[in-house]
């Protein structure tokens, strides 16, 4: 068994006992991804479980215009509970993930998974607590579309990506405009406001988050 691989898996899944991590060394497949890469997408029969390892996986709906709307991000450490749910009632995702950075996503057999939850505690308190931080996520987001006007759901969303990606939001107004189902000169009329409230600073390219706390 390639010890390396165990210790690797462990540096981001420490919570899990040795005889797990031994387990999904033997029965996980690590797969890499470059940005834009999918690590599963919308109507696909799913047949593992995904946990993120490295980087950062964006999970979000898509209409059938193909217009997106973002739900979660998913970390080192974190898994995809939907699609663990999808995997394990042998259902069509609902959802696409795609690498927003270079990410080592671990592909774990749906079958195998199922057996753990009987044979490990451990495991059984993961697959809880990753359904509970999704759970959580979605509510969060929820929120921000029945009970915010616009320009908060804006200052929620770059108080996100901050917390995941950094103060740089590297993302045209479009784009932004694209996830949050708005206009591209709305967004730039409500960015705007922020820059001359000093909690932005608007670039050429992409856009410096100063300050959102008094939001």
Not at 64 to 79: K, S, T, V
Not at 145 to 157: A, M
Request: with cysteine.
């Amino acid at each position: 068994m390639d010890q390396d691989k165990i210790n690797h898996i462990q540096e981001k899944f420490p919570q899990l006992e040795p005889a797990l991590l031994l387990e999904i060394a033997k029965a996980g497949v690590i797969k890499h991804l470059e940005p834009e890469d999918e690590a599963l997408r919308t109507g696909q029969y799913l047949k593992s479980n995904v946990l993120v390892i490295n980087g950062l996986v964006k999970v979000y709906r898509e209409d059938e215009e193909g217009d997106e709307f973002l739900m979660y991000y998913l970390e080192g450490g974190n898994a995809c509970a939907l699609s663990m749910m999808c995997a394990a009632r042998n259902e069509q995702s609902q959802v696409l993930a795609k690498a927003i950075t270079s990410a080592e996503v671990l592909m774990i057999p749906a079958h195998v998974s199922e057996q753990w939850l009987v044979k490990f505690p451990s495991w059984h308190n993961f697959i809880i607590a990753s359904y509970r931080a999704r759970f959580d996520e979605l509510l969060q987001t929820l929120d921000s579309i029945v009970f915010k006007s616009l320009d908060e759901r804006l200052v929620f969303y770059l108080k996100r990506h901050q917390k995941v990606l950094g103060k740089e939001v590297r993302l045209s107004h479009q784009q932004i405009a694209e996830e949050l189902n708005s206009s591209r000169e709305v967004i730039s009329r409500l960015l705007k406001k922020l820059e001359q409230t000093g909690a932005v600073i608007l670039h050429r390219n992409y856009l410096e988050i100063i300050n959102l706390d008094l939001f």
